[in-house]
Nanobody, 120 residues
Protein backbone atom coordinates (compact mmCIF):
# COMPACT_ATOMS: atom_id res chain seq x y z
CA UNK A 1 0.00 0.00 0.00
CA UNK A 2 1.40 3.35 -1.03
CA UNK A 3 1.67 5.97 1.66
CA UNK A 4 2.95 9.53 1.52
CA UNK A 5 3.72 11.08 4.89
CA UNK A 6 4.38 14.80 5.21
CA UNK A 7 6.20 16.37 8.15
CA UNK A 8 8.05 19.51 9.16
CA UNK A 9 5.22 22.01 9.46
CA UNK A 10 4.76 24.36 12.37
CA UNK A 11 4.20 27.89 13.55
CA UNK A 12 6.70 30.48 12.36
CA UNK A 13 6.88 34.26 12.23
CA UNK A 14 6.78 36.11 8.94
CA UNK A 15 10.22 36.07 7.37
CA UNK A 16 11.08 32.74 8.92
CA UNK A 17 11.88 29.40 7.34
CA UNK A 18 10.64 25.83 7.45
CA UNK A 19 11.67 22.64 5.69
CA UNK A 20 8.95 20.16 4.81
CA UNK A 21 9.60 16.50 4.08
CA UNK A 22 7.47 13.90 2.35
CA UNK A 23 8.49 10.27 2.56
CA UNK A 24 6.90 7.62 0.41
CA UNK A 25 6.50 3.98 1.34
CA UNK A 26 5.04 1.00 -0.45
CA UNK A 27 6.83 1.65 -3.72
CA UNK A 28 9.63 3.69 -5.21
CA UNK A 29 8.86 6.97 -6.96
CA UNK A 30 12.24 7.67 -8.53
CA UNK A 31 10.69 7.76 -12.02
CA UNK A 32 7.69 9.86 -10.99
CA UNK A 33 7.36 13.58 -10.80
CA UNK A 34 6.58 14.70 -7.26
CA UNK A 35 4.78 17.80 -6.15
CA UNK A 36 3.86 19.95 -3.19
CA UNK A 37 0.38 21.40 -2.88
CA UNK A 38 -1.37 23.47 -0.23
CA UNK A 39 -4.87 24.23 0.92
CA UNK A 40 -5.78 27.25 2.98
CA UNK A 41 -9.04 27.42 4.95
CA UNK A 42 -11.98 28.05 2.66
CA UNK A 43 -9.87 27.72 -0.47
CA UNK A 44 -9.22 25.01 -3.00
CA UNK A 45 -6.03 22.99 -2.99
CA UNK A 46 -3.39 24.62 -5.18
CA UNK A 47 -0.12 23.53 -6.67
CA UNK A 48 3.03 24.95 -5.09
CA UNK A 49 6.00 23.24 -6.75
CA UNK A 50 6.86 20.16 -8.77
CA UNK A 51 10.05 18.25 -9.53
CA UNK A 52 10.74 15.60 -12.14
CA UNK A 53 12.06 12.12 -11.38
CA UNK A 54 15.74 12.97 -11.74
CA UNK A 55 15.39 16.24 -9.87
CA UNK A 56 16.72 18.25 -12.78
CA UNK A 57 13.53 20.12 -13.61
CA UNK A 58 11.43 22.12 -11.21
CA UNK A 59 8.41 24.39 -11.46
CA UNK A 60 6.96 26.86 -8.95
CA UNK A 61 3.84 28.91 -8.67
CA UNK A 62 4.65 32.57 -9.13
CA UNK A 63 3.92 33.57 -5.54
CA UNK A 64 6.65 31.29 -4.13
CA UNK A 65 9.37 31.72 -6.76
CA UNK A 66 12.63 32.79 -5.17
CA UNK A 67 11.42 31.80 -1.69
CA UNK A 68 10.70 28.06 -1.94
CA UNK A 69 12.96 25.28 -3.22
CA UNK A 70 11.78 21.76 -4.01
CA UNK A 71 14.29 18.90 -4.00
CA UNK A 72 14.30 15.14 -3.73
CA UNK A 73 16.45 12.25 -2.52
CA UNK A 74 15.44 9.17 -4.47
CA UNK A 75 17.59 6.92 -2.30
CA UNK A 76 15.38 7.93 0.63
CA UNK A 77 12.17 8.09 -1.43
CA UNK A 78 11.73 11.58 -0.03
CA UNK A 79 10.89 14.99 -1.45
CA UNK A 80 11.55 18.25 0.38
CA UNK A 81 10.24 21.79 0.30
CA UNK A 82 12.55 24.42 1.74
CA UNK A 83 10.51 27.52 2.49
CA UNK A 84 12.14 30.83 3.27
CA UNK A 85 10.92 34.38 3.82
CA UNK A 86 7.53 32.97 4.74
CA UNK A 87 4.49 35.21 4.54
CA UNK A 88 1.12 34.99 6.33
CA UNK A 89 -0.48 34.09 3.00
CA UNK A 90 1.61 30.91 2.96
CA UNK A 91 -0.46 29.61 5.85
CA UNK A 92 -2.08 26.35 4.76
CA UNK A 93 -1.99 22.59 5.06
CA UNK A 94 0.76 21.36 2.78
CA UNK A 95 0.47 18.05 0.95
CA UNK A 96 2.73 16.09 -1.35
CA UNK A 97 1.78 13.76 -4.15
CA UNK A 98 3.33 11.74 -6.94
CA UNK A 99 2.57 11.49 -10.60
CA UNK A 100 0.71 8.35 -11.59
CA UNK A 101 2.67 7.19 -14.63
CA UNK A 102 -0.29 5.12 -15.83
CA UNK A 103 -2.53 8.18 -16.19
CA UNK A 104 -0.13 11.10 -16.36
CA UNK A 105 -2.10 12.77 -13.59
CA UNK A 106 -1.44 13.16 -9.88
CA UNK A 107 -2.09 9.91 -8.07
CA UNK A 108 -4.71 9.18 -5.48
CA UNK A 109 -2.05 9.07 -2.77
CA UNK A 110 -2.77 12.22 -0.76
CA UNK A 111 -1.34 12.10 2.73
CA UNK A 112 -2.65 13.78 5.85
CA UNK A 113 -0.69 16.95 5.18
CA UNK A 114 1.33 19.12 7.51
CA UNK A 115 0.10 22.45 8.87
CA UNK A 116 2.14 25.58 8.21
CA UNK A 117 1.08 28.69 10.06
CA UNK A 118 2.85 32.00 9.49
CA UNK A 119 2.13 34.78 11.96
CA UNK A 120 2.49 38.44 11.05
Amino acid sequence: QVQLVESGGGLVQAGGSLRLSCTASGRAFSSNAMGWFRQAPGKEREYVATINGSGGTTFYRDSVKGRFTISRDNAKNTVYLQMSNLKPEDTAVYYCNAEDLATGSWGDWWGQGTQVTVSS
